[in-house]
């Protein structure tokens, strides 16, 4: 009999990683297209930032009401939605006329972006093993960076070559080619059908006969292993009865591990995300006095950097399961050190320092898809989306505040304007991410102590 297919798995994986990297090419579709969509539109600087920030915020803001979706309907359906959404969006902002129709634009590509990330990694602990999920996450995670690398030459290139028009047209063309191979290829888990065979209400041979890769071949004897996502499974499911969404917060924020995953969260990318998507080309050029295109070469080393780290730290964080909130600990104080040696350092940092600096601090991205895991270690399964927006909402409002308070902090010493910078104002202002990180590493200390003692109290122990 052939039960087990092994190679399901990973192409439900690689079309979600897909999903995922098409998602992060829209999220940053506009990043090297500043100044064709300043000439486009006819606007200045800051409203071109107006761009990212909106964007930004409409993601974070529906990271818990996509998580609660997610619960109810599934992954295979907010990532479709989610890729109509964008496919949507880059439509309307390649043939918007006028700037209020681009900001729209934005406000849908955040929205589909937004449900994109946190539904892949709902997927992957129905279809992979235990031992697999971390570097499973950081494959996921490193093949969006990719996504990034897309968007920066490849899109501008594209655009300069068709124009604006034809460009996200051909964008969301693309989006649209992969929305469709989703709908053939995506399943919520082993044994639900696509999304086109729920619509034809016919589940095919291969749905039916799916096989996670935590599952053993079937003995005969037990047909179900216990879901290998439920490391710790601590809180029962709530059987019938449906919870609202305060109930469902409360229970989830009663839980220390679920709390020690969004400080985790919280602290690790944001001096990444402030970095790449606002203020470090500012700063580089600005502040340190390079040229666009050395700042240009010195930023791609934070991609290489972490996707070299994401395939480090999957490994070493599923090997060392119990030390894994350590190495993110790590990482964050790593990049704290880094940064606190640039801003005392006397007049402009040295080269070798500017690159320590593009060194490091990515390594934050990887650090905080650690978070995750030990999200799905604590939440119960029928919270699984719930939970994932919630952490990763950690650390995208701590970007967005962070990079608020650093352009409120330029303003105030007279230095907010490309005329104006300088490396002195940029230092003070570059300081505010201290207390972040202080104040994350503090919570996630506090936070692990309860977890432990939580574990030990209700006898649990991570596998
Ligand atoms: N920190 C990122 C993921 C990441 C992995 N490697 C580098 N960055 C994250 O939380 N992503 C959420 C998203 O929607 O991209």
């Not at 700037?99 to 892949?120: E, K, M, Q, W």
């Not at 990318?269 to 502040?287: E, I, R």
């Not at 972040?436 to 996630?444: A, P, Q, S």
Request: hydrophobic fraction near 55%; proline fraction near 6%; charged fraction near 10%.
């Amino acid at each position: 009999m052939r039960t087990a297919r092994p190679l399901l798995p990973w192409v439900v994986w690689g079309i979600a990683a897909l999903a995922y990297a098409v998602a992060v090419i829209n999220r940053s579709s506009l990043s090297a297209l500043g100044p064709a969509a300043q000439d486009h539109f006819g606007i200045d600087a800051t409203l071109l930032s107006m761009f990212a920030m909106i964007q930004l915020i409409v993601y974070a803001a529906l990271q818990i009401p996509v998580g609660v979706l997610l619960d109810r309907f599934g992954a295979t359906s907010m990532i479709l939605g989610g890729g109509l959404l964008m496919v949507a969006g880059q439509a309307v902002m390649a043939t918007a006329p006028e700037v209020s129709l681009a900001i729209l634009a934005r406000v849908l590509v955040g929205a589909g972006d937004a449900c994109t990330f946190i539904s892949v990694m709902r997927m992957l602990p129905e279809w992979f093993a235990l031992r697999q999920l971390a570097t499973v996450s950081q494959l996921t995670g490193l093949i969006g960076q990719a996504g990034q690398l897309v968007s920066v030459a490849p899109l501008a290139a594209l655009v300069g070559a068709i124009g604006w028009t034809g460009g996200f047209l051909g964008l969301a063309a693309c989006g649209l080619l992969v929305v469709l191979l989703s709908a053939l290829v995506l399943r919520d888990r082993p044994g639900d059908g696509t999304a086109l065979e729920r619509v034809l209400g016919r589940k095919g041979r291969l749905s039916r006969e799916a096989r996670s890769l935590a599952t053993p071949p079937p003995t005969g004897v037990a047909e179900v292993s216990p879901p290998s996502t439920e490391m710790i499974p601590v809180v029962r499911e709530p059987r019938v009865r449906v919870l609202g969404f305060w109930s469902r917060a409360q229970r989830l924020l009663a839980l220390p591990g679920v709390r020690l995953a969004y400080w985790l969260h919280f602290t690790s990318p944001f001096a990444v995300n402030v970095f790449l998507l606002l203020w470090g080309t500012p700063f580089l050029t600005g502040g340190v006095g390079l040229s666009l295109p050395t700042a240009g070469g010195l930023l791609s080393l934070t991609v290489l950097s972490s996707m070299t780290a994401g395939l480090l730290l999957g490994p070493l964080s599923s090997r060392f399961v119990e030390r894994r909130v350590w190495i993110a600990f790590g990482i964050v104080v790593a990049i704290m050190a880094v940064w606190i040696a640039v801003l005392l350092w006397p007049g402009t940092p040295p080269l070798w320092l500017l690159v320590m600096l593009l060194v490091v601090t990515p390594i934050g991205g990887p650090a905080s898809m650690i978070s995750f895991e030990v999200a799905r270690s604590h939440t119960p399964r029928s919270f699984a989306g719930f939970g994932t927006g919630l952490v990763n909402t950690g650390g995208f409002t701590a970007s967005l505040v962070v990079i608020l308070l650093i352009g409120l902090v330029l303003d105030l010493q007279g230095a907010g304007s490309p005329e104006s910078y300088s490396m002195g104002a940029f230092k003070v202002a570059f300081a505010v991410q201290i207390p972040f990180w202080l104040f994350g590493l503090t919570m996630i200390l506090i936070e692990s102590r309860r977890t432990k003692g939580w574990m030990q109290e209700h006898g649990r122990s991570l596998r």
